[in-house]
């Protein structure tokens, strides 16, 4: 009888802690799933350059070929601005997430690439990733810094009006889908969220 009560503890215990390893894998589960939608599907909004709902302060570059390219050009038309470096693992991600995004979201406002470093950057970028918009040159990074940006990659959504919509750093296509849906977490961590603009994943 006795050996009967060791046994029936050892399993009592076994039980135990097997539910507890099972919580902890659930929980575990459940943190990466929050993890992954609030870092994927949020821009993170810093308090680098122009205020959210403040206009998009003029910029003005050549693109690979010497096109001229200027702020100017999409007065009236919404556009996402992505400042981009070389040899950057973030921004080559940005950048290869940028067909999918303009492919799957139905309104997508025209894309505008400012990459720093010389027109082989740009026209390497350009090709590789079969961007169907402009790159724009920024040798010395002066059009980032211009809109007071200090790091990259950063995204601003601009309004057909020149005003910013949203802003942050955005590197994978979840961010960039957030910051086009209007949609970014302060490095604070207080959440924003614009007026919807409507656009829909097909």
């Known amino acids: 009888m006795e050996r009967f ?45 122009p205020d959210i709902h403040e206009p998009l302060p003029p910029f003005a570059g050549r693109d690979a070929t010497g096109r001229s390219v200027r702020s100017l050009d999409y007065a009236g038309r919404s556009f996402v601005l ?26 997508f406002p025209e894309p505008v690439v400012v990459m720093e470093g010389d027109s082989s950057n ?5 090709r590789r990733d079969r961007l169907n918009c ?16 200090q790091r990259t990659p950063y995204a601003f959504l601009v309004d057909e009006a020149g005003v910013v919509r949203m802003k942050g750093i955005v590197n994978s296509g979840g961010q960039l889908e957030g910051l086009v849906r209007r949609r970014g977490r302060h490095i604070g961590n207080l959440e924003w969220q614009t007026v919807d603009t409507g656009l829909s994943t097909a």
């Open 82 to 107: 992505l400042l981009v470096s070389p040899e950057c693992a973030p921004c080559e991600q940005l950048l290869a997430a940028v067909n999918p995004a303009v492919q799957a979201i139905p309104g």
């Open 134 to 149: 402009p790159v724009i040159v920024d040798p010395d990074g002066a059009i980032r810094e211009g809109l007071g940006v």
């Open 5 to 49: 009560w060791i046994v029936t503890h050892v399993l009592g215990w076994g039980l135990g802690l097997l539910q507890l390893a099972v919580l902890i894998a659930l929980l575990w589960a459940v943190g990466r799933i929050h993890l992954k939608d609030t870092r994927a599907f949020h821009a993170l909004i810093t308090d680098e350059g």
């Open 122 to 126: 740009a026209e390497l970028v350009a």
